[in-house]
């Protein structure tokens, strides 16, 4: 079998990390070192914003890597929303604590998933996390660095809502992200702030893959007729001006919030309801515009 190459490994005297920079001190060099060599053996990152909370965003990163995981592919699946982390509830996991070993802590493996949340660390799910942001920033970089991640595929990153310290701590430790997914909700005074997150990924050079118009319409969940309740089209018409693309509408489901609260991932229950359809049907241009686009560069 051939020898996987890791920046442990490869020895390349090209590769960023081989050589100290100048205004590095050797901590921070060493830090260095350590954050490329766990992201080298990660072939794809993707991070998925909003610009307010409350859209959707954690059931889309959940369902995008539970969807992932599902076609045979390693998948990690990083919470760093450190105030509200909700993805250890959306997949029934409150339970689980974290175990570490002399390389640091494992991540919680689940479905073929591995998942890393400050969820699992908390003693009690109803304290109130009241960090600043030097120490938030440190926490993100620990679960890169001191997460036994191993080889992946696939590292979706579920970020809190807004352009803050998270946001941008992940965008600059993670080089290169592979792309962004923003989500929102139809109503402009949500869709405006989809403006704010394209603008926050150009200034970092993040590629968008595109935006996702959640709760669009509600489908009714005896017969399965949408019916638009919220004003519709918000997301497609900014993602049009902004000139990116624009993966589709999401309607509100019960069966989407029902998954949430129960642990139970929607994509792999409900995939064939209308409603799975089209949530995968999103997921299938995301992967194929990456592939498209990692064709190109090579």
């Known amino acids: 079998m051939e020898e996987k190459k890791t920046c442990d490994t490869r020895?390349?005297?090209?590769?960023?990390?081989?050589?100290?920079?100048?205004?590095?001190?050797?901590?921070?060099?060493?830090?260095?070192?350590?954050?490329?060599a766990t992201l080298c053996r990660i072939?794809?990152?993707?991070?998925?914003?909003?610009?307010?909370?409350?859209?959707g965003k954690s059931t889309v990163a959940v369902n995008l890597a539970t969807a992932l995981a599902l076609n045979g592919l390693r998948v990690g699946l990083l919470d760093v929303d450190i105030h509200g982390p909700s993805v250890p509830t959306m997949l029934g996991l409150e339970n689980e604590?974290?175990?570490?070993?002399?390389?640091?802590?494992?991540?919680?493996?689940?479905?073929?998933?591995?998942?890393?949340?400050?969820?699992?660390?908390l003693q009690n799910p109803d304290d109130a996390v009241i960090w600043r942001g030097p120490m938030k920033m440190g926490v993100i970089k620990?679960?890169?660095?001191?997460?036994?991640?191993?080889?992946?595929?696939?590292?979706?990153v579920d970020a809190p809502p807004g352009t803050g310290?998270?946001?941008?701590?992940?965008?600059q430790l993670i080089q290169p992200l592979d792309g962004a997914v923003i989500v929102t909700t139809p109503q402009k005074v949500a869709a405006i702030d989809v403006r704010k997150s394209i603008s926050f990924c150009r200034r970092l050079?993040?590629?968008?893959?595109?935006?996702?118009?959640?709760?669009?319409?509600?489908?009714?969940?005896?017969?399965g007729e949408v019916t638009q309740i919220l004003p519709t089209g918000g997301g497609k018409k900014?993602?049009?001006?902004?000139?990116?693309?624009?993966?589709?509408?999401?309607?509100?489901d019960p069966a989407i919030a029902q998954s949430g609260d129960t642990g139970k991932v929607f994509i792999y229950h409900s995939s064939k309801t209308t409603t799975g359809k089209i949530m995968q049907d999103i997921?299938?241009?995301?992967?194929?515009?990456?592939?498209?686009?990692?064709?190109?560069?090579?």
């Not at 679960?143 to 595929?153: A, E, I, K, R």
């Not at 310290?165 to 965008?171: Q, R, V």
């Not at 995301?286 to 090579?298: G, P, V």
């Open 142 to 156: 620990q679960f890169l660095t001191d997460v036994q991640w191993g080889d992946l595929d696939y590292l979706i």
């Open 97 to 121: 604590t974290l175990k570490g070993g002399p390389e640091g802590l494992f991540p919680v493996e689940f479905g073929g998933l591995k998942i890393m949340s400050l969820g699992f660390l």
């Open 283 to 298: 997921i299938n241009q995301i992967t194929d515009d990456l592939d498209k686009t990692k064709k190109l560069n090579s």
């Open 165 to 171: 310290d998270e946001p941008l701590s992940i965008c």
């Open 238 to 252: 900014i993602a049009e001006d902004m000139e990116v693309n624009f993966l589709g509408a999401i309607p509100m």
């Open 43 to 55: 072939q794809k990152k993707i991070v998925v914003l909003s610009g307010k909370g409350g859209v």
């Open 11 to 36: 020895g390349d005297a090209g590769c960023s990390a081989e050589k100290q920079k100048k205004d590095e001190s050797r901590e921070e060099y060493a830090d260095r070192r350590r954050l490329d």
């Open 205 to 223: 050079a993040v590629p968008v893959l595109g935006v996702i118009e959640n709760m669009s319409g509600f489908v009714c969940p005896k017969c």
